[in-house]
C-alpha cells in the first residue's frame, strides 16, 4: 500500500502541473489578445494542421481495416481531411475570411431565431432570449459589415478567449486541488481523518 504522504506529496505535484498549465493558457490568451493577427493566423494554422495529422491518421486507420463495408467511405473522408488540411496551411488568410463569413452568418440566423421565437413563444426566458437575439444579431451585423477586416481579429479573438477562460478554468482546479490534498494532509497527521476504512471499523467496534 502506498504511503498515504507519499501520495498526497504526488497529487499536490500533479495539481501543480495543472495549475501552471493554466497559467501558461491565460499568458498565451492575454497575448492572443494583443496581437489578434498574430493569434488568428496561428489557430488557422494549428486548424490546418490538426485536420491533416488527422486525415492521415483516418487514412492509415482506413487501409488498416480494408476489406469491411466502411473502407471507401473511410479513404473518402481521410482524402477530404488531407486536402482541406494543406489548403488550411497553404492559404491561412483565405481560410480565416471564408470562417470569418461563416461566423456572422451564423451569428445573423441565431440571433434571429431567437429574437423571433422569443416574440411568438413569450416564456419564462422572454427577456433573456430576447436579449441572447439581440445581441447575436448586433455581433454578426457587425462582423459582416467589416469583412474581410474583421477576419484578421475575430477568430484571433475568439482563439484568445477560449484559451484564457480554459487557463483559468485549469488555473481554479490546480489550487483547489492542492488546497484540498493539503487540508486532508493535515486532518490524518492531526488523527481527525481516518487513514484507512479498517481503522474506521476499529473505531465503530471499540464504541
Same mark, same amino acid.
Given at each position: 500500500m502506498a504511503d498515504p504522504?507519499?501520495?498526497?506529496r504526488r497529487l499536490s505535484r500533479s495539481f501543480g502541473w495543472l495549475a501552471l498549465l493554466g497559467t501558461l493558457l491565460v499568458v498565451a490568451g492575454l497575448v492572443g489578445l494583443v496581437y489578434t493577427g498574430v493569434a488568428t493566423?496561428?489557430?488557422?494554422?494549428l486548424f490546418g494542421w490538426l485536420l491533416l495529422i488527422g486525415g492521415i491518421v483516418g487514412l492509415l486507420h482506413a487501409i488498416d481495416s480494408r476489406g469491411s463495408d466502411y473502407f471507401w467511405l473511410g479513404v473518402v473522408v481521410a482524402a477530404l481531411n488531407i486536402a482541406a488540411g494543406v489548403?488550411?496551411?497553404?492559404h491561412p488568410h483565405g481560410t480565416a475570411e471564408a470562417l470569418?463569413?461563416?461566423?456572422?452568418?451564423?451569428f445573423l440566423t441565431g440571433g434571429v431565431f431567437r429574437l423571433? &421565437?422569443?416574440?411568438?413563444?413569450?416564456?419564462?426566458? /422572454?427577456? !433573456?432570449?430576447?436579449?441572447?437575439?439581440?445581441? &447575436?444579431?448586433?455581433l454578426g451585423l457587425?462582423?459582416? /459589415?467589416? !469583412?474581410?477586416?474583421s477576419s484578421l481579429y475575430v477568430l484571433g479573438l475568439f482563439f484568445s478567449l477560449a484559451l484564457l477562460f480554459d487557463g483559468l478554468g485549469l488555473i481554479a482546479m490546480g489550487v483547489g486541488g492542492r488546497r484540498i490534498v493539503s487540508m486532508v494532509s493535515e486532518?490524518?497527521?492531526?488523527?481527525?481523518?481516518?487513514?484507512?476504512p479498517l481503522r474506521?471499523?476499529?473505531k465503530r467496534s471499540n464504541d
Amino acid at each position: 500500500m502506498a504511503d498515504p504522504a507519499t501520495e498526497g506529496r504526488r497529487l499536490s505535484r500533479s495539481f501543480g502541473w495543472l495549475a501552471l498549465l493554466g497559467t501558461l493558457l491565460v499568458v498565451a490568451g492575454l497575448v492572443g489578445l494583443v496581437y489578434t493577427g498574430v493569434a488568428t493566423l496561428t489557430s488557422m494554422i494549428l486548424f490546418g494542421w490538426l485536420l491533416l495529422i488527422g486525415g492521415i491518421v483516418g487514412l492509415l486507420h482506413a487501409i488498416d481495416s480494408r476489406g469491411s463495408d466502411y473502407f471507401w467511405l473511410g479513404v473518402v473522408v481521410a482524402a477530404l481531411n488531407i486536402a482541406a488540411g494543406v489548403v488550411v496551411i497553404r492559404h491561412p488568410h483565405g481560410t480565416a475570411e471564408a470562417l470569418t463569413m461563416f461566423a456572422a452568418l451564423l451569428f445573423l440566423t441565431g440571433g434571429v431565431f431567437r429574437l423571433v &421565437g422569443s416574440v411568438v413563444v413569450r416564456g419564462p426566458q /422572454f427577456g !433573456w432570449t430576447l436579449l441572447q437575439g439581440a445581441f &447575436g444579431l448586433l455581433l454578426g451585423l457587425l462582423v459582416l /459589415f467589416d !469583412w474581410p477586416h474583421s477576419s484578421l481579429y475575430v477568430l484571433g479573438l475568439f482563439f484568445s478567449l477560449a484559451l484564457l477562460f480554459d487557463g483559468l478554468g485549469l488555473i481554479a482546479m490546480g489550487v483547489g486541488g492542492r488546497r484540498i490534498v493539503s487540508m486532508v494532509s493535515e486532518q490524518r497527521v492531526t488523527g481527525e481523518l481516518p487513514d484507512s476504512p479498517l481503522r474506521d471499523e476499529q473505531k465503530r467496534s471499540n464504541d
